[in-house]
């Protein structure tokens, strides 16, 4: 897809979820919410291959869930919690487990609870991946004002049939409007988008939130905010089952320059009442998009925090972090494997997201090895603090790499129509090359670049944490 594509599927989504009355089944879909910018997210849109397998996937998971509906009584599973489920806060995360047997920590909303936690609040955190409950346990015993929970994805026999069917209305009026579409990119877009896959997870999710916050009647709700169709769907059944309640989405990366969904407001019932950001840029974007009568846009900066270095003493290494999608890591892996052999006097290390499984990367270097080049499984302060040179394409660890005196260098791509550059706001000075060999080229002139200045200019993105702003929001 490139950047026409892209925007005229902005045109088409836009009269969907842009008209009066948009019902929280369209809302469902994610196809509907564009909340990255990557190729690989973006293709799903015009590339009809696997509709068909696709479809035909989405029939048998129907018939199967439909199957285990008519032979219980109920679709809803209930979690045991050791903990005391009294709670006036309840934060909705991702379980990303700890590096090298450190202490657990959330890796989206540490911060956040360790500064709730020196106030009288008490926590819920619900997790939308499963964790084993095992590890729950253990979780449940660190703190008693903090219990852990796992959501279940299993909706009462009522509510399934519902949702069931109302997915079922909507996919029709999608694929009609595609048979009866003329224009060949409308017609694949109302192809695809009719699958509605994800709908059955979202509402479900969702759904059982909005159960937990009737039940308990928390005073406030906390997501991220990546502009995706479960948090615009977290909001609506937390509100809907219970009005006082306050919604909070916390936008805890950078914005991308074509991150359309997390820009886009969908009205009182989906918006989520306060929006965090971590920094004033971020926060000058979404005023210019949110309605200010109901919802509020706070920079409580990073949570993160870092010793500044002014990037003295490093050693001639080179640290390489790729984001979580699969080909970029492939592509900054043979990057990385054709720059250790062009540089053999320097150490090259790559680092994945923590989310990622590094099997096939640790197989390569076992089977092809390289002297020079490392696979990284140490913190990322530990990773950074010998390394002079950062190499990225889309991977928002960049921030951290700076504030840690690493002289950022972007990995672009010829072919490449839409920027994934997370920080896009400074590409003025941000050095970009193509090829090792231009990276190579060019090494003397990028050490002796400031990292000061790089520093200097992303903290208009990405501001430090400020505690009491925080505070200010939880009285």
């Known amino acids: 897809m490139n950047t026409k594509q892209l925007y005229k599927t902005k045109h088409y989504i836009d009269k969907i979820l842009l008209k009066k009355k948009i019902s929280y089944i369209e809302i469902s879909n994610s196809l509907l919410h564009i909340h990255r910018s990557h190729h690989d ?20 998971k129907a018939i199967s869930a439909l199957k285990f509906s008519l032979t219980k009584k109920s679709l809803v599973k209930e979690t045991t919690i050791i ?35 020196k106030t009288k609040h008490c926590i819920k955190i619900l997790y939308l991946n499963d964790v084993n409950i095992t590890t729950l346990d253990e979780l449940n015993r660190i703190n008693s004002k903090v219990s852990f929970e796992n959501i279940s994805k299993k909706i ?37 988008i009719s699958r509605m896959e994800s709908s059955w997870t979202n509402l479900g999710v969702s759904y059982n939130i909005g159960s937990i916050v009737r039940k308990s009647k928390p005073k406030y709700i906390m997501t991220t905010f990546d502009g995706q169709a479960y948090e615009r769907l977290i ?35 989906f918006d989520p009442d306060i929006i965090f950001t971590q920094g004033n840029f971020a926060t000058r974007v979404l005023n210019n998009s949110f309605n200010k009568d109901y919802t509020k846009i706070m920079t409580i900066g990073s949570p993160r925090k870092f010793d500044f270095d002014k990037g003295t003493k490093k050693e001639k290494s080179i640290l390489i972090i790729p984001s979580g999608f699969l080909n970029e890591v492939i592509y900054l892996f043979s990057f990385a494997k054709e720059l250790a052999q062009l540089i053999p006097d320097y150490k090259i290390y790559f680092r ?16 092809n090895h390289i002297a020079n ?6 913190t990322f302060e530990n990773a950074a603090s010998a390394c002079k040179f950062a190499l990225f394409r889309d991977s928002t660890a ?64 990405v501001s430090e944490y400020n505690e009491s702003d925080f505070y200010a929001v939880f009285k």
Do not use: M, W
């Open 41 to 60: 997210f973006l293709s799903t849109y015009f590339n009809s291959s696997s509709i068909n397998r696709r479809f035909n996937y989405k029939i048998k």
């Open 83 to 117: 903990t005391p489920q009294i709670f006036d806060i309840l934060i909705v995360s991702h379980f990303v487990p700890s590096a090298n047997n450190s202490p657990y920590e959330d890796f989206y909303f540490s911060q956040i609870i360790n500064s709730l936690l």
């Open 156 to 192: 009462p026999t009522k509510i399934f049939f519902i949702f069931a069917i109302s997915i079922f209305l909507q996919s029709l009026i999608y694929r009609f409007k595609s048979c009866f579409s003329k224009d060949s990119d409308k017609k694949k877009f109302y192809k695809n």
């Open 235 to 269: 909001y609506f059944f937390s509100k809907k089952f219970y009005e006082k309640i306050i919604c909070i989405g916390y936008l805890h990366s950078a914005l991308f320059e074509h991150q359309i969904s997390v820009k886009q407001s969908l009205g009182p019932n």
């Open 352 to 367: 994945v997201h923590p989310s990622f499984s590094p099997e096939f990367i640790l197989d390569d270097l076992s089977s």
């Open 373 to 378: 080049l490392f696979f990284s499984d140490s």
């Open 398 to 461: 960049i921030f951290n790499a700076i504030k840690l005196g690493l002289i950022p260098v972007r990995i672009g791509k010829e072919e490449e129509d839409i920027s994934v550059n997370p920080i896009y706001g400074i590409r003025e000075i941000l050095p970009e090359f193509y090829t090792p060999c231009q990276f190579l080229s060019q090494i003397d002139y990028l050490s002796s670049l400031d990292i000061g200045v790089f520093q200097k200019a992303i903290d208009d993105i």
